[in-house]
């Protein structure tokens, strides 16, 4: 097993690297993907009334959670937690963004779904995250993905009992078209700055989340509608309130 792991990391070093497609002058992929549906602005990050903790403490209490009320979260809350795990602060057109997050090379190749299960103001359904105008775009009703999402996760409840859940997928291109092969490690350390991220904003909004790396890709990437040729989820997480207090 140990052999297989070691054979992509020894095939992604340096010394290994093919010419790149930005190397060999070729366009640049796309910023951000383009999705199709009803947008919904979402509340601005400028005007929020932004939850306050420590950082020390935010990091002291950190703590994975399966277990969810169904406690509905509100689009202030959910706002804030998209800002700040993909929230774009300056674009530069044509090249790079610059984001709550870092990323190598400033590729930022996430794109961020969400499927809303409790929320005050929201009708639930599968969203995408239109960071760019920090809105949402409804992609599908609840009763037409819910259940193949749920298998997808190999049937752990959390992903629909949560008020919501994220999944981040990546455009390998717009990593790969900079770093070739190599771009398969940044997407996985990209992944996990995003997901830690949350974790801190959970503590924030007196919720909860947990990281989720255990699901089927082929059901997963099916239900969310994903183009595999380019595309795949990486991560995934809830976010939520528990059913009980400390």
Known sequence: ?????LKVLNESKYQ???????SEGKPQPKLFKEFFGERIPLPSIETLKLPNIELNEAIKRRQSHRKYSKKPLDTEAL???LWATQGVKKVVEGRATFRTVPSAGARHAFETLILVNHMEDLE???YA???EHHALVFLKPYDQVSDKILAGCLNQRMVIDAAVTFFWFADIERMSYRYGERGYRYLLLDAGHIC???YLVAEALHAKTCAIGAFDDDVLNQALELNTEQET??????LGFKPYED
């Open 1 to 5: 097993m140990i052999d297989k792991i």
């Open 16 to 22: 290994h690297m093919e010419k790149t497609d930005q």
């Open 79 to 81: 706002s804030y937690a």
């Open 124 to 126: 639930t359904g599968l």
């Open 129 to 131: 995250y239109d960071a």
């Open 196 to 198: 830690q991220n949350l």
């Open 233 to 238: 989820v990486l991560y995934a997480a809830p």
